[in-house]
């Protein structure tokens, strides 16, 4: 018996929105574990894919050989059951694989999100076969079904982007999909009798435990924002000091009485490459890309009185959780502006800056659109004639993303230098800092005491080869850390 169209079209849009809303979700799930890079969301999306074919193709399969109405209840409670297991598994299993390098985002995807998107992917080919009683109007109920598939999917795509991340918790999402995934299922079971006696009351006592398990498994962050899981971490070697924590990553260091502390090396070089640059004391006017935990915008405040910094910060979140549990005041000499700061450096006055400093990251890699040409362009018009700009890249083994950052910067700047620490000739990998000028930079801009060594415009001139310049129409930043 085919079922009403209306409930036909809702089960594969909410099947497939389904789908896409823990697809979305599982970027933010592994995240804290693996990273957020390009590979993370090229595996999950693969993964994904995955499951969608092996669903259709499975689901036809079955809906083929047995009674298409039982199996639809019990792919929409297999679903819900499934889509419940994926916050402890990936606490559980991401705990275990952390720092497993690449495979660690496979591994948690293909035991997190497979399952669940082959179970619901194939709920839409057993509607289709429910539906089909007039092979005549076949092309018309599965155009008219997929289409609504479609919406679905959509429809998850944009609530999750614009409403559910913005506004809830993953667990808390993750949760009420799975319950109303099995509601659905139960609702479906009853009408066509398809559970046996007591297994409704063992669906309902498994969702709500599966759901406990879920909310028990908690969350490292200590705010998800809609870029990150962030948390503040205390130091134990120092009672003020708070470090911040990006998904797995160490961002910043602060220490709460002291903003004239800086813990991270690459931050003391900055903070020396001032120095040397301008008379200490001296006030600046400095433009910082990504505030992060604010470390180098304190400092200047704290070191050169008169200063006024102004900070792109792409995440209004994570100002908010500096302000809450970093101490950031912000003011007229230490202002915010929200947003990406490729869109929001266009707002700088020309000429205005002293210094901008180039520090934010997704993840391990400089956002690529924030590390061209093109944005190094507008950063020029920013600066004043003798303005630096300093940028912090993290980079590995053959050194690729920086020596294609520096090929960039080359082209810009009249003169361009390295400060790192040295791997025989060298440089190590780590954070490596670009400072960049129209004229000429001081040698030894990093003290030997502080174990760097500054590598002038020659000796960068010989380490970047024949490596070319990062463009908008080029930039695979991702992809070319730690790369031949």
Request: proline residues 5%; aromatic residues 6%; hydrophobic residues 50%.
């Amino acid at each position: 018996m085919a079922l009403p169209a209306p409930a036909a079209a809702a089960l594969v849009f909410a099947a497939s929105g389904a789908v896409l809303v823990l697809e979305i979700l599982g970027v933010r799930l592994l995240a804290p574990y693996v990273g957020l890079t390009l590979e993370t969301y090229t595996t999950i999306i693969g993964v994904v894919l995955g499951g969608i074919a092996a669903g259709a193709a499975l689901g036809g399969r079955a809906a083929d050989a047995m009674d298409p109405r039982r199996l639809l209840a019990a792919l929409l409670v297999a679903g819900g059951l499934l889509a419940l297991t994926t916050v402890p598994l990936v606490r559980v299993f991401g705990e275990a694989f952390e720092g497993a390098g690449g495979a660690s985002a496979l591994a948690l995807a293909l035991f997190a999100l497979l399952p669940t998107a082959t179970v619901l992917s194939a709920v839409t080919p057993v509607v289709v076969k429910l539906q089909l009683g007039d092979l005549r109007a076949s092309g018309t109920v599965v155009g008219r079904l997929s289409a609504w598939a479609t919406a679905g999917a959509l429809a998850g795509t944009f609530c999750t982007g614009f409403v559910f991340v913005p506004l809830l918790p993953v667990r808390v999402t993750v949760i009420a999909l799975g319950a109303l995934l099995v509601l659905a299922g139960l609702a479906a079971g009853i009408a066509f009798r398809a559970f046996p006696g007591g297994v409704v009351a063992a669906v309902v006592g498994g969702a709500v435990v599966l759901a406990a398990s879920a909310a028990a498994a908690g969350t490292r962050c200590t705010t998800e924002s809609v870029y990150y899981c962030a948390r503040v971490v205390s130091d134990v070697g120092r009672d003020s000091g708070r470090v911040l924590v990006l998904d797995d990553l160490r961002h910043s260091y602060v220490d709460l009485d002291d903003p004239r502390h800086l813990e991270f090396a690459y931050t003391r070089w900055m903070g020396d490459a001032l120095d040397a640059m301008r008379p200490p004391g001296r006030p600046l006017d400095a433009v910082f890309i990504g505030g992060g935990g604010f470390t180098l915008p304190r400092y200047i405040a704290a070191t050169r009185a008169g200063s006024r910094s102004r900070v792109l910060e792409v995440d209004g979140q994570l100002v908010a959780l500096a302000r809450e549990r970093l101490g950031l005041r912000t003011g007229p000499d230490l202002a915010v502006h929200v947003g990406d700061a490729r869109v929001t450096l266009r707002d700088e006055p020309t000429a205005s800056a002293d210094v901008v400093v180039g520090d934010a990251f997704g993840s391990r890699s400089v956002p690529w659109h924030l590390a061209t040409a093109e944005f190094v362009a507008d950063i020029r018009r920013v600066l004043r004639p003798d303005g630096i700009y300093m940028l912090n890249v993290i980079d590995y083994g053959e050194l690729s993303l920086l020596r294609a950052e520096a090929s960039t910067l080359l082209r810009a700047f009249a003169d361009v230098a390295l400060v790192a620490v040295p791997d025989g000739d060298r440089p190590d990998g780590g954070n490596l800092v670009l400072i960049a000028s129209d004229r000429p930079l001081p040698d030894g801009v990093a003290p030997a005491s502080r174990g760097a060594r500054t590598y002038d415009r020659a000796a960068l001139v010989e380490l970047v080869g024949d490596a070319g310049p990062l463009t908008d129409d080029d930039a695979p930043a991702d992809q070319l850390i730690g790369g031949a």
